[in-house]
């Protein structure tokens, strides 16, 4: 499985951004999705997991919404209400039986980059 993270950028407090993750593979429809951020100087962290059900990191709950197209293998990561320390290094990750666990993912995209200016 390969998978292409985009939608990141530069935004300003209180933006919005909707990153993408399209993962190629046929069993995509079945995999656990993460979404994880790592910003500098700091360990990576779960944002966002999506399964049957989304579950979400109480830093960005209520803020964030993931989803899932399985017609075009894609998940979203839409983020609302963005603050500077949100600011990081997003990845999607795939396969994985503990959603929150980085360290339990199969695949991994190569990171989009968010910046949110105050």
């Known amino acids: 499985v390969q998978l292409q993270a985009s939608g990141g950028g530069l935004v300003q407090a209180g933006g919005s951004l909707r990153l993408s993750c399209a993962a190629s593979?046929?069993?995509?429809?079945?995999?656990?999705m993460g979404w994880f951020r790592q910003a500098p100087g700091k360990e990576r962290e779960f944002v966002a997991g999506?399964?049957?059900?989304?579950y979400y990191a109480d830093s960005v709950k209520g803020r964030s919404t993931a989803s899932r197209d399985n017609a075009k293998n894609t998940v979203y990561l839409q983020m609302n209400s963005l603050k500077p320390e949100d600011t990081a290094l997003y990845y999607c990750?795939?396969?994985?039986?503990?959603?929150?666990?980085?360290?339990?993912?199969?695949?991994w995209g190569q990171g989009t980059l968010v910046t949110v200016s105050s």
């Open positions: 593979g046929r069993t995509f429809s079945s995999y656990g």
């Open positions: 990750a795939a396969d994985s039986p503990d959603l929150r666990s980085w360290g339990s993912y199969n695949y």
């Open positions: 999506i399964r049957r059900g989304t």
